[in-house]
């Protein structure tokens, strides 16, 4: 079993940053995907950013130029770097993780842009 635990979220003004944090334990394997999803209220899950083990990252179009997702190995922690937020961005984040064909999701992390 596999736990991801996010951290970061909170309300910040338009065009102000957050960072969020996802730290993934238990049976973890070396090839892996890890990602970060959000759900607006009424609308689906959609994918923001994606970094797999050893490949190149990727975005959504919609934040592509201000989020930036990155890991960190060593602490099994991948981070995203929110910038220029809009209100739009608003939106519980999920972090996931996918090895060996299964998905793990975090509980997610409320991210609110508003002034």
């Known amino acids: 079993q596999v736990q991801l635990v996010e951290s970061g979220g909170g309300l910040v003004q338009p065009g102000g940053s957050l960072r969020l944090s996802c730290a993934a334990s238990?049976?973890?394997?070396?090839?892996?995907?890890m990602a970060w999803y959000r759900q607006a209220p009424g609308k689906q899950r959609e994918l923001v950013a994606r970094?797999?083990?050893?490949?190149?990252?990727n975005y959504a179009d919609s934040v592509k130029g201000r989020f930036t997702i990155s890991r960190d190995n060593a602490k099994n922690t991948v981070y995203l770097q929110m910038n220029s937020l809009k209100p739009e961005d608003s939106a519980v984040y999920y972090c996931?993780?996918?090895?060996?064909?299964?998905?793990?999701w975090g509980q997610g992390t409320q991210v609110t842009v508003s002034s």
């Open positions: 996931n993780r996918y090895q060996l064909a299964t998905h793990y």
């Open positions: 238990g049976r973890l394997f070396k090839i892996n995907d």
């Open positions: 970094i797999p083990s050893g490949a190149s990252t």
